[in-house]
């Protein structure tokens, strides 16, 4: 079998030009999948932390009601023990911190005009201790103290909308759990922007007691949980599910997969390019290999002929051409691999940043990551598609009239 | 001696457009174990097409050939590859090795398709290359050799399975007379020393002076089957 193998490698080079040929068609399309599927992985992976460090979490509980809540009376359905809730979660294995929260909806005016807000109040030292940032883009960031009961963050387009600046005073009116409406007075601490335009119209932060102030009421809306890790969300999941069950009220865990919504749309998107990719590599290879082996061996005719008349059995000649196309697509795929990560290293090392994509507003650094999967998989793409187009070929090789083939000129 | 190979009223016909060529019309001869053969004839006699019915790479229209015991014609294609592979060796007018393999590795290829050990393959090309005076061409590949040490690599493939036939079409036709006469003798040396039964065509009329024995062909047919008494036994 190794002799069998050692003619196979050494036909590869039969034709060097053709082999090489087929090598760079090979190699440019391993080269391809990974530069853009190290893209898309740098992409994802990066919206992926993004939303988590931005105030997602890795884990956010709730009560069990909390999907059934009504929108305008959001504590109803409330953890009203959040305390005892959060102590419990703290004492699992990778949680690096737990941060109380109240998301909340609600109208606020400077006087002059008025704007629908979506609220998020929050313990501005348990978000700090989590490494959740805030981008600021004017004023302070709103902090622990007493002080900062009265003080706002709102987002960069809400304020321009209502024509407010750092330090203006804002009133905030919401539906307390009785159904009546409150409002409370607040200062402008500090402008954001998290990037996303839709996003920065509507948001209004303030610190929890503001909100517990504004919506008479003691609960919070949802815990948010940080771990060390976000690939020991699942092991932190399964362990807090028991936990939780011996509580008096009822309570839901969600993974931040499960919240992500614009993160789950842009990982499909970009797994669908991806497959789109692999495919027209896939047929790129098959279609442009079959016409190359057809002509090897058609080269080879003779060749073949002499090996049919000393007695090699057929299956072996479809083995030895299949065998070639297959050792051709190792090589092409050790190539690609080479070239992309080199290429990948080269580019990351650029700096390259590309245009902010559409609904942001900041530019995005263009970074290939090295993902050991995707090298796997495009490598056996390709391996396959040789050894598929080989087929054909070979099939034909096997069924040669042995004394057409040897008159073969 | 036996009967190593029975031709028995052979026909062979192609399809021309709309028409047939008769190669070979109601042939029949045979050949014992252990002699040396020549099948004359010019071009377009039915030589190879004769060659090749009894190397079992062509089927005959009709008649039969009985190849050491066995009726080819029954045989199943695979059976008939598995044949050629233990009972005949060829030489071809192009030598036809394989270009990426040394002279060694050509020799060594119908074992490996025998499935002989690595070891006993080297062993037993190193022999047969030996024997046709090659050895120290071993590592050689095709591309460096002349066109008559390619057809000595050649003879050493065809006899290093010791088969019970050598079949070998036009092996001179590519060489020069003095290589061509010296590739004869060798051929015949190895019948003689090994007792291997060897058939070839030509139509070098050159050639034929030390052959025990020659069949002529002209259109299809046997119309001579002469033996060389003196040159019988060597």
Request: proline content about 4%; some cysteine; hydrophobic content about 45%.
């Amino acid at each position: 079998m190794a002799k069998f193998l050692l003619l196979a490698f050494r036909n590869i080079f039969r034709n060097r030009r053709r082999t090489l040929m087929t090598l760079l068609m090979v190699g440019g399309g391993v080269t391809g999948l990974l530069l853009a599927g190290g893209y898309f992985a740098f992409m994802t992976h990066g919206l992926r932390e993004d939303t988590i460090r931005n105030g997602l979490g890795h884990l956010q509980i709730f009560t069990a009601e909390h999907f059934r809540r009504d929108e305008i009376r959001v504590l109803d359905t409330g953890i009203e023990n959040w305390r005892q809730v959060a102590a419990t979660v703290r004492t699992a294995p990778h949680v690096h911190g737990v941060a109380p929260r109240i998301e909340f909806y609600g109208m606020v005016s400077n006087g002059q005009k008025s704007s629908i807000f979506m609220g998020s109040a929050v313990d501005p030292d348990a978000e700090r201790s989590l490494g959740f940032s805030t981008f600021l883009t004017a004023g302070k960031d709103l902090d622990g103290d007493q002080g900062s009961d009265v003080e706002a963050l709102i987002g960069a387009g809400l304020a321009k909308s209502m024509n407010v600046k750092v330090g203006d005073g804002l009133t905030l009116f919401a539906v307390t759990s009785d159904g009546a409406l409150n409002g409370v007075d607040v200062q402008i601490a500090g402008i954001v922007e998290s990037g996303v335009a839709e996003l920065d119209a509507r948001y209004l932060r303030i610190t929890l007691p503001s909100a517990q102030r504004l919506l008479q009421s003691d609960r919070i809306t949802n815990l948010v949980v940080g771990l060390d890790d976000t690939a020991n969300t699942d092991a932190v999941y399964n362990e807090l599910i028991p936990r939780l069950s011996g509580l008096p009220q009822r309570m839901t865990v969600k993974k931040w997969i499960d919240l992500a919504t614009y993160y789950k749309q842009v990982h499909n998107l970009f797994n669908g390019i991806f497959l789109f990719m692999g495919v027209i590599v896939f047929f790129m290879v098959l279609m442009s290999s079959v016409n190359t082996l057809l002509m090897a061996m058609f080269e080879r005719t003779r060749e073949i002929g002499t090996m049919l008349a000393m007695g090699t059995p057929r299956a072996w000649i479809i083995l030895l051409l299949m065998a070639e196309a297959t050792l051709l697509g190792v090589l092409g795929a050790a190539g690609g691999l080479a070239a992309g990560n080199l290429l990948g290293v080269l580019l990351n090392a650029s700096g390259l940043h590309l245009p902010p994509p559409p609904g942001y507003t900041v530019s995005v650094p263009f970074r290939v990551l090295h993902v050991p999967a995707m090298m796997v998989s495009s490598s056996i793409l390709v391996i396959v598609s040789l050894a598929l187009a080989s087929i054909l070929p070979a099939v034909r090789a096997s069924r040669l009239q042995i004394v057409e083939a040897l008159a073969h000129v | 001696m036996d009967d190593l190979v029975s031709v028995e009223a052979v026909s062979r016909r192609f399809p021309l457009d709309h028409s047939e060529v008769r190669a070979l019309d109601d042939a029949s001869l045979s050949v014992e174990r252990g002699e040396f053969l020549a099948i004359a004839g010019p071009s377009g006699s039915g030589k190879s097409t004769l060659l090749n019915l009894m190397g079992c790479i062509d089927k005959p229209t009709s008649g039969r050939i009985v190849l050491d015991g066995e009726d080819t014609s029954k045989l199943s294609p695979a059976r008939l590859s598995a044949f050629r592979r233990e009972k005949i060796g060829f030489v071809f007018q192009t030598f036809n090795l394989i270009p990426v393999f040394t002279a060694r590795e050509n020799v060594e290829f119908p074992l490996l398709v025998q499935g002989v050990s690595a070891d006993e393959r080297r062993h037993r090309a190193m022999d047969a290359l030996e024997s046709v005076g090659i050895a120290a061409r071993a590592q050689h590949r095709p591309d460096l050799l002349s066109g008559g040490e390619r057809q000595r690599v050649a003879v050493a493939r065809a006899i290093v399975h010791r088969p019970a036939l050598v079949l070998a079409d036009e092996p001179t036709a590519n060489l020069d007379t003095h290589n061509a006469t010296q590739l004869i003798d060798l051929m015949r040396e190895l019948n003689l020393t090994l007792g291997l039964t060897f058939i070839f065509s030509t139509h070098d009329q050159r050639l034929l002076e030390h052959t025990p024995r020659i069949i002529r062909l002209c259109d299809g047919q046997v119309v001579e089957d002469m033996q060389h008494a003196e040159v019988v036994h060597g």
